[in-house]
């Protein structure tokens, strides 16, 4: 199982009544290992996903499982290895510090009325098995937090029918209620924010501060996604928060691939760019990620930076993920705390 800290059962009412409150904090996932099979696995999974590819069924299963499974698993495994810690995925170990965080501030305010948990979209743990934990040490209500600042139907709305999935395997279903977005709440902007200001503490500010976030296609966004809206307002919010001028922050949009226009600006074409206008010191932050992980780390903290400094940049630097980091806890318990009214007596102390 997955559980972040072990708490003793609370047995809830034979009505479902009363018992502890669980929260699930979910995250898009990781391959077990830095292996090629490892990757083939965890890449048929994520990119089957009707929610991520939009595209007729049998056209994709033939580019799939013909071309893109033969090929991108083994390099996809090589970048996997240059990132990959003695803990094991990045992603997955600063997840589950989440977890546990989360864990211990709700231990001190509610004792053992909150049980949380964390669990994977794609790969382990599962939905289903952070579900079941919950049910087994006594939840019956449940509340879902996707850490996805800004809604995408790519990544939250394919989190939601991971967990209509494993309800419909149930035959006792939980209360539910669901976090779709965070990307304006002031918490979160806070907590980017002071993790900026506490770069700059030690690092002098580059002429452009640049926030990079997962592209998505943009024929997503025409029929209806808020995804690239969420972005910018996230952008705007933080560059306010931190009294910088229009000229001195910037929006684009990573890790596209296929043929298709994808949200623009694209990080890597900015970077290269960037040095012929004048822009010879740039700083990252990524703050559509809640976690470092292969996309923070090997493509902006290590590719990106080649693109830069090769185009003639002369200093780049990548201000990493929230990850446990006490601000980010303590956002992720206010958000928490908001939608759990009703469900939890007043905080024992604060």
């Known amino acids: 199982m997955s559980q972040a800290t072990p708490q003793p059962p609370q047995a809830p009412t034979e ?44 056209l994709w299963w033939l580019v799939l499982n013909g071309v893109i499974l033969t090929i991108r698993p083994g390099r996809s495994a090589a970048a ?18 989440q977890a546990q965080a ?12 909150v049980l949380v948990e964390f669990a994977m979209r794609y790969g382990n743990p599962g939905m289903a098995e952070g579900i079941e934990s919950l049910w087994q040490r006594g939840a019956r209500r449940l509340l879902v937090m996707p850490l996805y600042p800004q809604y995408s139907g790519a990544a ?20 539910l209620r669901f976090i779709s977005d965070y990307h304006d709440h002031p918490a979160y902007i806070s907590a980017i924010a002071d993790s900026v200001r506490r770069h700059w503490q030690t690092h002098p500010r580059a002429q452009r501060l640049l926030f990079s976030y997962h592209g998505i296609p943009q ?75 292969l996309e923070t780390i090997e493509e902006i903290g290590m590719e990106n930076r080649e693109y830069f ?10 201000i990493p993920c929230l990850n446990a980091e006490p601000g980010h806890i303590d956002a992720l318990r206010d958000i928490l705390e908001q939608q759990l009214a009703g469900w939890l007596e007043p905080a024992l102390a604060e």
């Open 15 to 58: 009505d479902g009544g009363d018992g502890p409150v669980g929260i699930l904090i979910t995250n898009l996932g990781t391959p077990d290992a830095p292996t090629r099979s490892a990757l083939r696995r965890y890449l048929k999974e994520f990119l089957w996903d009707p929610r991520v590819v939009e595209a007729p069924r049998w």
């Open 80 to 97: 996997y290895r240059s990132i990959w810690t003695e803990r094991g995925s990045p992603l997955l170990l600063h997840t589950r510090d």
């Open 102 to 113: 989360l864990q211990a501030a709700f231990q001190t305010r509610y004792g053992n009325d």
């Open 156 to 175: 939250t709305a394919s989190t939601f029918d991971a967990v209509g999935s494993a309800f419909a395997r149930r035959r006792w279903v939980p209360h």
């Open 219 to 293: 024929r997503y966004v025409d029929q209806g996604d808020p995804y690239y809206r969420q972005c910018q307002r996230s952008s705007a919010l933080i560059a306010e928060a931190l009294e910088l001028a229009a000229d001195e922050w910037g929006c684009c949009f990573q890790s596209r691939f296929g043929r298709e226009p994808w949200l623009k600006p694209y990080t890597d074409a900015t970077l290269k760019a960037l040095p012929g206008e004048g822009v010879s010191s740039v700083q990252m932050i990524c703050p559509g990620f809640s976690a470092d992980c």
């Open 309 to 318: 400094m090769a185009a003639g940049g002369e200093r780049y630097e990548y």
